[in-house]
T-cell receptor, first 114, second 114 residues
Framework: ETGVTQTPRHLVMGMTNKKSLKCEQHLGHNAMYWYKQSAKKPLELMFVYSLEERVENNSVPSRFSPECPNSSHLFLHLHTLQPEDSALYLC?????????????FGPGTRLTVT | KQEVTQIPAALSVPEGENLVLNCSFTDSAIYNLQWFRQDPGKGLTSLLLIQSSQREQTSGRLNASLDKSSGRSTLYIAASQPGDSATYLCAVRRRRDSNYQLIWGAGTKLIIKP
């Protein structure tokens, strides 16, 4: 148990659906991240929020929309996804300070787009 | 541009053996390096974090070393056990860029045979 929880753990959705992924951290961190992990590829950083403000967005398609209402919660809103968006979506959090910025990960949401 | 490579992509060894996993990076100007473990379909668990000023870190049967000048890190696992079977990922945090972004290797899938 890392102190970062994600729901749901599994999600199957059609290309016309709208769904949301939720992440919650109980570590007192103030930076949160969304990553995409596809088979046999390095993790791809999607979004970073620090102090509830988006600080990085790595050219992610607009069908993915993040929301960070407070430092403990992070959402990823999904709409009109494509089959190639099927992947494991990981949430992480970290302190917003030196020295380590060490990231702690949730268990992930396995997303399948049909 | 920083690139992180992990070789081999997969490794299978008998139980009880000592083994070394390799991680190489192209730009020696890193802030720190982190080793993670990922069980199938699960999130990532941080194993060891080495700051750029450190040479090694130890936790139980695990020892991670860092040689910035040669752009290499190794993860040494002593007396391997079937429970060590997982994918091991390394990631570096760059000094000059955002302190939030990790550059990831694709991982080494380790199988320990009973």
């Amino acid at each position: 148990e890392t102190g970062v929880t994600q729901t749901p753990r599994h999600l199957v959705m059609g290309m016309t659906n709208k769904k949301s992924l939720k992440c919650e951290q109980h570590l007192g961190h103030n930076a949160m991240y969304w990553y995409k992990q596809s088979a046999k590829k390095p993790l791809e950083l999607m979004f970073v929020y620090s102090l509830e403000e988006r600080v990085e967005n790595n050219s992610v398609p607009s069908r993915f929309s993040p929301e960070c209402p407070n430092s403990s919660h992070l959402f990823l809103h999904l709409h009109t996804l494509q089959p190639e968006d099927s992947a494991l979506y990981l949430c992480a959090s970290s302190p917003h300070k030196a020295p380590t910025y060490e990231q702690y990960f949730g268990p992930g949401t396995r997303l399948t787009v049909t | 541009k920083q690139e992180v490579t992990q070789i081999p992509a997969a490794l299978s060894v008998p139980e009880g053996e000592n083994l070394v996993l390799n991680c190489s990076f192209t730009d020696s100007a890193i802030y720190n390096l982190q080793w993670f473990r990922q069980d199938p379909g699960k999130g990532l668990t941080s194993l060891l974090l080495i700051q750029s000023s450190q040479r090694e870190q130890t936790s139980g049967r695990l020892n991670a070393s860092l040689d910035k000048s040669s752009g290499r890190s190794t993860l040494y696992i002593a007396a391997s056990q079937p429970g060590d079977s997982a994918t091991y990922l390394c990631a570096v945090r760059r000094r000059r860029d955002s302190n939030y972004q990790l550059i990831w290797g694709a991982g080494t899938k380790l199988i320990i045979k009973p």
